[in-house]
């Protein structure tokens, strides 16, 4: 069935970095935009990021650009996110979600958890 | 760019109707017809509810429907039922940085 599956959370000390995928099935992975989007304890959902369909244009939320850096892989139907300079602020859960053409994610996967503590 | 301003809760009993509010700018809600609505049971994905301001994705109840004005969009739910209780957030594409923007988010409480 159609699904993504995200991981690579766990629990980094902040100013350190870390890697998030994000592994699609089901669909022509290669068609779709993909955004990250995340949920700290608490707080409501917060947009990171989107890619193209080809990976041609990148854009970032304001809290994470110059940061983070969204890329994929069609040939292996997987997305990524880098985290760099990691914050206490990033803690959260991370979705990764496929974007229709008017940008409605109809697409979720089940997120995987960000812990950023010394 | 801010989060898009909702109501921090809303609650009805079963059977009524409610109706969440969106309220952003001429930059997004107001410039694009491109909103939507995600229904979200903590623990669990958000799911989209409504697309393009008042599209019903193939699967969503006729109980759910969006529209809007100027720059708020709403979400109503009829029929309220005891599996609609979760939060609810709105989204819009927006003319400037960041592209994309959620709502503050809404608990939907059935009494």
């Known amino acids: 069935q159609v699904q993504l599956v995200e991981s690579g959370g766990g629990v980094v000390q902040p100013g350190r970095s870390l890697r998030l995928s994000c592994a699609a099935s089901g669909f022509i992975f290669s068609n779709y935009a993909i955004h990250w989007v995340r949920q700290a304890p608490g707080k409501g959902l917060d947009w990171v990021a989107v890619i193209s369909f080809d990976g041609s244009n990148t854009y970032y939320g304001d809290s994470v650009k110059g940061r983070f850096t969204i890329s994929r892989d069609n040939s292996k139907n997987t997305l990524y996110v880098q985290m760099n300079s990691l914050r206490a602020e990033d803690t959260a859960v991370y979705y990764c979600?496929?974007?229709?053409?008017?940008?409605?994610?109809?697409?979720w996967g089940q997120g995987t958890m960000v812990t950023v503590s010394s | 760019q801010s989060a898009l301003t909702q109501p921090a809760s809303v609650s009805g009993s079963p059977g009524q109707s409610i109706t969440i509010s969106c309220t952003g700018t001429s930059s997004d809600v107001g410039a694009y017809n491109y909103v939507s609505w995600y229904q979200h049971h903590p623990g669990k994905a958000p799911k989209l509810m409504i697309y393009?301001?008042?599209t019903r994705p193939s699967g969503v109840s006729h109980r759910f429907s969006g529209s809007k004005s100027g720059n708020t969009a709403s979400l109503t739910v009829s029929g309220l039922q005891a599996e609609d209780e979760a939060d609810y957030y709105c989204s819009s594409f927006t003319s400037s940085s960041p592209l994309y923007v959620f709502g503050t988010g809404t608990k939907v409480t059935v009494l």
């Open positions: 393009e301001v008042s």
């Open positions: 979600a496929r974007s229709l053409d008017t940008a409605a994610l109809d697409i």
